[in-house]
Structures are given as C-alpha cells and as structure tokens.
C-alpha cells in the first residue's frame, strides 16, 4: 500500500470517526433533553396534583369548621340563618358558647335569692299567725286579730304565686340548655365526620397514589357511607376503630 493511499485511508477514518462523533453528540443531548423534559414534567403534574389534594383536604375542614361555628350562633340566638357564611373567629366563637351558660347561671341565682328572701319572710309571718291563732283559741277572735290573720294569708298567697314565676326560670333556661346540647351533638357529628373524612382521603392518599381527589374523594365517600351503614347513624365502634387506625384517638 502506497503512502498516498495510506493517507487519504486515515482522511477517510478521521472524516467517519468525526461524523460518527457528532451523531452520537446530536443523539445524546436529544435524548438528555427528552428524559429532563419528562422527568420536570412528571414533577410539575405530581406538584400540581399535590396542590389539589391539599386544597381539597383544607376546604374540607374549613368547611367543618365553620358548620361548627353555625351551630354555635345557632344555640345562642333563634334568628338563626343556616345560608350565611359568617367568618369563623376564634374569640367569638369560644364567648357566644359561655354566655348561654352565664344566661342561665344569672337566671338561676335572681330565682334562688328571692325564693329564699320570701322562705324568710314566710318564716316570720307563720310565727305570727300562730300567735293569732292561739289568741283565737283563747277566745280573743277580735275583728283586728281577723284582719291581721286575712292580712297574712294573703300575703301568703301573694308570695307563693311569686315563687310560681319565679320558678318559670326553667323554662327558659330548659330552652337554653337543650340548644346548648343539641349544638353540641351536631358539632360531634360535624368534628367526626371531618376526622374521618379528613383522614380516610390522606390514608387512601397514601395506600393509592395513583388516583387524583376526585376519585379519593368517591372513594372516602363510600367508606364513610359504608361506616353510618343502613341505619341512621354511625355504628360508633365502627367509628372508633377507624378513629385509631387513622391516629385520631
């Protein structure tokens, strides 16, 4: 082989060998670019579907929070609007459920010092009137002694349809406490049923990543369908038992 054919043999190899260089280049950042690209779009799609389930989990306990504060407002005062959508403020929240408590306690105390202040003046006319009737029994029946005796059993009659409405505190405070105590059933039902909620769609979440909130949310809706069962009303060891499952307990 001739030094002239040796040369343009190595010309040719360098021409292949820079080609086949720069393919490979050309391939390799495609390929690069193809697999980055995917890989920020995967994690662009998990991130915004991330952001749904959170915003879903954080409406949803919003939402609790304020049918708990409804329920509240409720049980203070009868002008009662279940389609308002007053902000939940803590301060607020925590004061309107003491004052029926402090209503009743007032209503309470005025009924029981003045039934006591009329105990103690029933106290002194009784002894009265057992002088009047001894002085009857001794045959001093004056037209005096007679009035005074009317006089004190009116008194007595007067007193005791004071203690009547006295007495009517209970109905009003009655109303009161069984407000107060039916809010407080329905905010039971609302704080578990957030809990639940709440909790059985991060659980589901975690066991199936793959589903977006809708079908978690389908999902966590048939479970806690599923717990209140055909009766009405959730069987609570059924609740209690998913209540530790999911650390609520």
């Known amino acids: 082989m001739t030094p002239q054919i040796d040369k343009q043999l190595d010309a040719l190899i360098e021409q292949v060998t820079q080609s086949v260089a720069k393919g490979l280049d050309m391939t390799l950042r495609q390929t690069i670019e ?14 915004l579907k991330d952001g749904e389930f959170f915003r879903k989990v954080n409406d949803d306990m919003r939402h609790g929070l304020e049918q708990i504060y ?19 403020e803590t301060d607020e929240l925590l004061s309107e ?7 009743i306690l007032k209503s309470t ?4 010092v003045r039934i006591m202040d009329i ?8 002894a009265k009137s057992g002088e009047l009737l001894r002085d009857f029994r001794s045959g001093g029946a004056s037209k005096t ?9 009116d008194a007595h009659t007067s007193d005791l349809i004071e203690i009547m409405t006295a007495l009517s505190f209970q109905d009003l405070t009655g109303q009161r406490i069984k407000r107060i105590v039916t809010a407080l059933k329905r905010i ?11 909790g059985l769609i991060v659980k589901k979440r975690d066991e199936k990543p793959e589903l ?23 069987s609570q060891n059924d609740v209690d038992d998913l209540l530790k499952q999911l650390g609520l307990e």
Do not use: F, W
């Open 119 to 126: 105990v103690e003046k029933h106290q002194e006319m009784i």
């Open 145 to 153: 002694n007679v009035d005074k005796l009317i006089e004190l059993n």
């Open 70 to 88: 409804l329920e509240i407002k409720q049980a203070k005062r009868e002008s009662y609007c279940p389609t308002s959508t007053h902000p939940v």
């Open 34 to 47: 193809k697999e980055v690209t995917a890989a920020l779009s995967k994690s662009l799609a998990h991130q």
């Open 212 to 234: 977006n909130t809708e079908q978690l949310e389908k999902e966590t809706q048939e479970t806690v369908s599923k717990l209140k069962g055909p009766q009405n009303g959730t």
């Open 109 to 112: 105390e005025d009924a029981t």
């Open 97 to 103: 459920a003491s004052d029926q408590l402090d209503e």
């Open 188 to 198: 039971e039902e609302v704080v578990t049923d957030v809990y639940i909620s709440t």
